[in-house]
């Protein structure tokens, strides 16, 4: 009370306030960090082991054991899912939901401390690597390609990539930098096999000879007296001909044979396989991916990087193009374009609407507030540390229809006080004593209905947390503003000559006969209230009963004009192979497409790096090469959704020998397959078994064109057995053979070569042969008397084996994945195959387990994680009404409102053909928020008007005429408020439509339900 004294007294304290108000809210919308998606707590990454030559069962026991008994000691880690593949282990780490982000940073040190004490376990050439690979996703890729004749120098473009890579490193708050596509320099020297063996060489004994040609080596400090001096070598070999030029072997003392007398080659080349092949747009490149650090205006950031690019552009030469392929700020900007083209229009609309409903005065209070209220929820924003992106914009459109209605409440209340005949004064402070319980009660019960949101743990709630807090700052601010600017204001403007002399009261619209109308209604329905509770139970009632037959899709779309397609070629593919085979299907990916494509690029022998906020697990090369995914930009979102369900058609049809998965990217976490389960158990080959057999199943749903499980990948591999019996009669022992074998084929690292400031390793191996088996049987071993053939110590066998073992959590596991048509949904294709799945499951093995895994454990996570503290704050809920009603029965009326309005959102879903999922939910939380709101108010006004318990019907009925201008307000305005989010935004249109479509039954429930039920319970028809 003394407050608002004050700001009526003191127009100026008054002022400003305001002031104050506005350039806070000013200041922060201008220096609030940007960015497009919030930041996730960096909860995965990969821990990568390599073993050259080891079989997936050898890694397993001697890599894997070792590494996951010492990271199982990490408390904080949720999940350890590892696969063990030919010379190669994967490990995936994902820390528990309940781990603070502040602490993330800490649990993955004490994860690299256990690496680094598992080290001591393992085999001495295994050096496992934490990769991490979430954190920011990708701001700008930049492509860079080769326009000159001939074949493209991918050694020159990955010298250019390297060094633009390295200035973007030091531009503006870059997090990370990463080359894709790079060549790998090596100088290989090819070795004649025949020459060393009449030399009486090994390939062993050249690795050490080279080896100890290469200086660059320090020799040590001289000290002497109080001087230091270092002494070292002078570094050599900086050239291909000095290497050309290293002694090997003399002969009769005099003659000396130079490395490139038994050298069939000695060239600088890229590195042999390649791990990886970038294609752009048909053609070889190299990437450069920046990714810049959250928490800043990533607009800004981007304007900064293209113009160190352009600068950089100017140096390079005309045949080197560097080409943008992505841009996350271009994306930024047109969301935060139509989100305030959203909030722009949704606050015109407003204003309008309250104009035609309450009349001029009033419009100008809420058209005043509105702008207020989103200074408010800015500075919030700006204190708590809040940035600016899609979810948390998206919260203050969501408050638009909730923050309008304290105002409204304020200003209609304000004018019945003053047709009772009391002054300015006097108003504005009964309606502050009478109102300002039920509006805290209100606010309260609808923040604590969004606290889950902002409260849970993991990352969907972290990805919508934001637009839980800017719901609960608008509210709040409205709360506020309702109490103690609108009074004032109405104070002020009836001291405005235009409005002097005019009735107050009969502003806005009004009809005789309409009200006539429903008044009768009114008295119709409340004359035998289970009419009125009837009547507010039919749209409820039809929204449950239609919940069944919503398509359920937890994790909305993702409007991005962009689409994926990944490819899995058959087993022992190389990188090169995959390339030409991809080449192919490029061509008939654009053809049947029938859209014009602005990029497309193809990521061969890895996975995709993160470009996308769920992308995960693709910043490290190392993967299998028969496996390439590849992203295509188009200009139009709505024409692409067209085209992908029958082009992921076209293309497994026409390519049988092929894996081609074709889809949209998503929203959520990452998942890779719409329908993924695991079976658990100790025997592979049970395993293997149970996959094939669970795959049937799979494959007989509908909607599924393909399926997979993991323990059916079968790799050729040349096994090499030796004859014990003629190694034990030669000079030569298995090790040697051995080393041999790998140094010839595989090779062997011997130095480096020093090229301005770049190092470049030096390799020998075995000339090559266009064979691959007589290669090796052509390999040679100098003997007592002659040369020995390899063939003369063993055999070598082709075999066919599995190519991984997958583990979950310590446990074998073979994994069967699923995946259906673009413009399916994998719940219904679930539903379906529920059954079959359920006799599978009982039907195994003692000691073998069905686990679901992919996109439904996902949902079911996140539903669960989102909304793990909700009891707790029903409780608060019902607390904080209780204390504002002091009754526990009209408590309880009130969150039977709730529970109603849950079915009013599956009506506004249904009416929309909206898929039922988490924004639905969400939407459905405001829902009950608004719907409350009103309830309670009306609630108030009754108890006030029945305070010495004299009400009749007819009293009540005026009561309810008196709430309905301010109820049917909101719900005009809210409808108006949504109206942009329903045209432009295709993520948030499913929380649209679950409150704008459900609104009108809160509206029901609010001046028929809320009435009814207390006239029921306190028998107020009998009176009449």
């Known amino acids: 009370m003394k407050f608002l004294d004050l700001l009526i007294d003191r127009p100026r304290v008054f002022a400003l306030l305001l002031a104050f108000i506005c350039l806070a809210g000013f200041l922060s919308l201008n220096t609030l960090p940007r960015q497009e998606n919030p930041e996730l707590a960096q909860r995965w990454s990969t821990v990568q082991s390599v073993y050259r030559g080891a079989s997936p069962i050898r890694i397993n026991t001697q890599v894997l054991d070792p590494l996951e008994a010492k990271l199982r000691e990490v408390q904080e880690i949720k999940e350890i899912q590892s696969v063990a593949s030919e010379g190669f282990a994967s490990t995936a780490i994902e820390l528990k939901d309940t781990v603070d982000p502040e602490l993330i940073e800490q649990v993955w040190s004490e994860v690299q401390d256990k690496i680094d004490q598992a080290k001591f376990l393992l085999?001495?050439?295994?050096?496992?690597?934490?990769?991490?690979?979430?954190?920011?996703?990708?701001?700008?890729?930049?492509?860079?390609?080769?326009?000159?004749?001939?074949?493209?120098?991918?050694?020159?473009?990955?010298?250019?990539?390297?060094?633009?890579?390295?200035?973007?490193?030091?531009?503006?708050?870059?997090?990370?930098?990463?080359?894709?596509?790079?060549?790998?320099?090596?100088?290989?020297?090819?070795?004649?096999?025949?020459?060393?063996?009449?030399?009486?060489?090994?390939?062993?004994?050249?690795?050490?000879?080279?080896n100890s040609f290469d200086n660059k080596k320090p020799i040590g400090i001289n000290t002497s007296g109080s001087s230091q001096i270092l002494i070292k070598s002078q570094d050599n070999l900086e050239s291909l001909d000095e290497i050309k030029q290293i002694p090997i072997k003399t002969i009769s003392g005099s003659e000396i044979i130079r490395l490139e007398d038994i050298a069939s080659s000695i060239q600088l080349l890229p590195q042999t396989p390649s791990e990886e092949i970038i294609l752009h747009n048909g053609k070889r490149s190299v990437l450069v991916d920046i990714r810049g650090a959250f928490r800043q205006r990533m607009d800004s950031y981007a304007s900064l990087i293209e113009d160190t690019v352009e600068d950089f552009r100017s140096t390079t030469p005309p045949e080197i193009s560097i080409v943008k392929i992505y841009n996350e700020s271009l994306f930024l900007e047109n969301k935060f374009t139509d989100l305030s083209v959203s909030i722009f229009f949704a606050t015109n609309i407003v204003i309008l609407l309250s104009y035609l409903l309450l009349g001029l005065r009033s419009a100008l209070i809420v058209g005043i507030t509105l702008p207020l209220t989103i200074f408010l929820v800015l500075f919030g924003c700006k204190v708590i540390g809040l940035p600016l992106h899609q979810t948390s914009m998206t919260g203050i459109i969501i408050a638009l229809g909730l923050l309008i209605d304290n105002s409204i409440i304020m200003v209609e209340d304000y004018k019945f006080r003053r047709k009772s005949g009391h002054p300015p004064r006097a108003s504005a402070h009964l309606s502050l004593q009478h109102l300002w319980i039920p509006l805290a009660a209100a606010t309260a019960t609808t923040a604590f209905a969004f606290f889950p949101i902002v409260a849970g743990k993991g990352p969907s709630a972290e990805f919508v947390g934001g637009m839980?807090?800017?719901?609960?700052?608008?509210?709040?601010?409205?709360?506020?503003?309702?109490?103690?600017?609108?009074?004032?204001?109405?104070?002020?403007?009836?001291?405005?000559?235009?409005?002097?002399?005019?009735?107050?009261?009969?502003?806005?619209?009004?009809?005789?006969?309409?009200?006539?109308?429903?008044?009768?209604?009114?008295?119709?329905?409340?004359?035998?209230?289970?009419?009125?509770?009837?009547?507010?139970?039919?749209?409820?009632?039809?929204?449950?009963?239609?919940?069944?037959?919503?398509?359920?899709?937890?994790?909305?779309?993702?409007?991005?004009?962009?689409?994926?397609?990944?490819?899995?070629?058959?087993?022992?593919?190389?990188?090169?192979?995959?390339?030409?085979?991809?080449?192919?299907?490029?061509?008939?990916?654009?053809?049947?497409?029938?859209l014009e494509v602005q990029d497309?690029?193809?990521?061969?022998?890895?996975?995709?790096?993160?470009?996308?906020?769920?992308?995960?697990?693709?910043?490290?090369?190392?993967?299998?090469?028969?496996?390439?995914?590849?992203?295509?930009?188009?200009?139009?979102?709505?024409?692409?959704?067209?085209?992908?369900?029958?082009?992921?058609?076209?293309?497994?049809?026409?390519?049988?020998?092929?894996?081609?998965?074709?889809?949209?990217?998503?929203?959520?976490?990452?998942?890779?397959?719409?329908?993924?389960?695991?079976?658990?158990?100790?025997?592979?080959?049970?395993?293997?078994?149970?996959?094939?057999?669970?795959?049937?199943?799979?494959?007989?749903?509908?909607?599924?064109?393909?399926?997979?499980?993991?323990?059916?990948?079968?790799?050729?591999?040349?096994?090499?057995?030796?004859?014990?019996?003629?190694?034990?009669?030669?000079?030569?022992?298995?090790?040697?053979?051995?080393?041999?074998?790998s140094i010839s084929n595989e090779g062997r690292y011997v130095g480096t070569l020093i090229q301005g400031s770049k190092e470049i390793p030096i390799k020998i191996l075995s000339n090559q042969s266009s064979n691959p088996i007589q290669g090796i049987e052509d390999l040679s071993f100098p003997g007592l008397s002659e040369t020995q053939n390899i063939s003369s110590f063993g055999d070598f066998k082709v075999t066919s084996r599995p190519n991984f073992i997958n583990r979950f959590q310590g446990i074998k596991q073979n994994g069967v994945r699923a995946w259906i048509w673009?413009?399916?949904?994998?719940?219904?294709?679930?539903?379906?195959?529920?059954?079959?799945?359920?006799?599978?499951?009982?039907?195994?093995?003692?000691?073998?387990?069905?686990?679901?895994?992919?996109?439904?454990?996902?949902?079911?996570?996140?539903?669960?994680?989102?909304?793990?503290?909700?009891?707790?704050?029903?409780?608060?809920?019902?607390?904080?009404?209780?204390?504002?009603?002091?009754?526990?029965?009209?408590?309880?009326?009130?969150?039977?409102?709730?529970?109603?309005?849950?079915?009013?959102?599956?009506?506004?879903?249904?009416?929309?053909?909206?898929?039922?999922?988490?924004?639905?939910?969400?939407?459905?939380?405001?829902?009950?928020?608004?719907?409350?709101?009103?309830?309670?108010?009306?609630?108030?006004?009754?108890k006030e008007a029945n305070q010495n318990n004299n009400l009749d019907l007819n009293g009540l009925v005026e009561v309810v005429i008196r709430s309905t201008r301010h109820v049917l307000t909101t719900t005009v305005t809210t409808l108006g408020g949504f109206l942009p989010l329903l045209i432009t935004s295709i993520f948030f249109q499913p929380l649209a439509w679950a409150m704008s479509g459900g609104i009108f039954g809160a509206t029901i429930i609010a001046l028929l339900y809320i009435p009814g039920a207390y006239v029921a319970s306190k028998g107020l028809h009998k009176t009449v």
């Open 468 to 594: 839980g807090i800017t719901v609960i700052l608008s509210i709040t601010a409205s709360f506020f503003l309702a109490l103690f600017v609108v009074p004032v204001f109405l104070n002020l403007i009836e001291k405005v000559s235009f409005f002097q002399g005019k009735d107050l009261f009969s502003e806005g619209y009004s009809n005789p006969d309409l009200t006539n109308a429903y008044r009768n209604f009114l008295q119709w329905s409340f004359s035998k209230p289970k009419r009125a509770i009837l009547i507010a139970f039919v749209l409820p009632g039809l929204g449950f009963l239609a919940f069944p037959f919503l398509k359920q899709d937890f994790f909305p779309e993702l409007d991005r004009p962009m689409f994926k397609v990944l490819v899995e070629l058959p087993e022992n593919t190389s990188a090169e192979g995959s390339e030409q085979r991809l080449k192919e299907l490029s061509k008939d990916i654009n053809e049947t497409l029938g």
């Open 123 to 210: 085999p001495a050439e295994v050096d496992p690597q934490l990769i991490r690979s979430s954190g920011p996703p990708t701001t700008l890729l930049y492509a860079i390609n080769w326009n000159g004749e001939g074949e493209t120098p991918i050694i020159l473009l990955s010298r250019v990539a390297e060094d633009l890579k390295n200035r973007l490193a030091y531009s503006g708050a870059t997090d990370k930098t990463f080359l894709y596509g790079a060549a790998n320099e090596e100088v290989i020297i090819s070795i004649d096999s025949q020459k060393l063996s009449l030399l009486d060489l090994t390939f062993t004994e050249i690795a050490n000879i080279l």
């Open 822 to 942: 673009p413009d399916k949904l994998a719940s219904d294709t679930e539903k379906i195959i529920q059954e079959a799945v359920t006799n599978f499951s009982n039907d195994l093995p003692e000691g073998y387990q069905l686990v679901l895994s992919g996109e439904a454990d996902a949902r079911s996570r996140s539903q669960s994680n989102l909304f793990s503290t909700a009891f707790l704050f029903i409780i608060l809920i019902i607390v904080s009404l209780v204390a504002a009603l002091n009754s526990f029965r009209q408590a309880g009326l009130i969150l039977s409102v709730a529970i109603l309005c849950v079915g009013l959102a599956f009506v506004g879903l249904t009416i929309g053909q909206a898929n039922f999922g988490f924004i639905g939910l969400v939407g459905a939380v405001g829902l009950i928020g608004l719907s409350i709101n009103d309830s309670i108010v009306v609630l108030s006004h009754i």
């Open 600 to 741: 497309e690029v193809w990521f061969v022998g890895r996975k995709m790096p993160r470009v996308l906020y769920n992308v995960i697990g693709g910043d490290s090369p190392l993967g299998s090469n028969n496996v390439a995914e590849g992203f295509f930009m188009v200009k139009s979102y709505t024409a692409m959704m067209e085209r992908i369900p029958s082009l992921g058609r076209e293309l497994a049809k026409n390519n049988p020998d092929l894996k081609v998965i074709t889809d949209k990217f998503d929203s959520g976490p990452p998942v890779f397959a719409s329908i993924e389960y695991r079976i658990l158990g100790d025997d592979i080959e049970i395993l293997r078994e149970l996959g094939q057999q669970f795959e049937l199943i799979l494959s007989d749903a509908p909607d599924v064109f393909l399926t997979k499980s993991d323990l059916s990948a079968i790799t050729t591999n040349f096994e090499f057995s030796f004859n014990n019996e003629n190694i034990s009669l030669s000079p030569i022992d298995g090790s040697l053979i051995l080393n041999e074998l």
